[in-house]
């Protein structure tokens, strides 16, 4: 089976991504701008765009199927931002948390906090990113949609 993802898939949905990041002019990136920021043939990135369609972001299109300037992406969701990078995922959040236990654990001012820091990273065991990614999932949904 080939990996469409790494090759194709991914480098699309990067360049998406940076033309949203980088778009003052608010002009919503076609397959054109696409083509030339991947250096990908025009049916490479078309494919590419009908995969990440629904998942990763939103096409639009106008005018005849046959010309690709007349196909754009309107829009992008969170999980483009995540999988290219541009936003922390809970596994992130996770390790950043057991970073700073263990950091406390070793620089903290006082005897009682680096104890307590410690009691709590040995609670967590070795798979504490594990057991942390789905209450900082839960948070996390929670605060995107005021529950």
Same mark, same amino acid.
């Given at each position: ?67 690709? @300037? ?46 307590? @820091?410690?009691?709590?990273? @040995? ?25």
């Amino acid at each position: 089976m080939h990996d469409t993802w790494t090759t194709r898939d991914l480098p699309v949905l990067q360049a998406v991504v940076d033309a949203f990041e980088h778009n003052r002019r608010r002009q919503l990136p076609d397959v054109p701008d696409l083509v030339t920021a991947t250096g990908f043939a025009v049916d490479v990135v078309l494919k590419a765009l009908d995969a990440l369609d629904g998942e990763y972001l939103s096409l639009h299109q106008h005018g005849l199927a046959d010309d690709p @300037a007349n196909v754009w992406v309107e829009k992008i969701y969170p999980q483009a931002r995540r999988a290219t990078g541009r936003w922390p995922s809970p596994e992130h959040h996770a390790e950043a948390l057991l970073q700073a236990l263990r950091d406390l654990a070793e620089d903290a001012p006082d005897a009682e906090t680096r104890g307590k @820091a410690k009691k709590v990273r @040995a609670a967590l065991g070795d798979g504490g990113q594990k057991f942390l990614v789905e209450p900082i999932s839960s948070v996390g949904a929670k605060m995107i949609t005021g529950g």
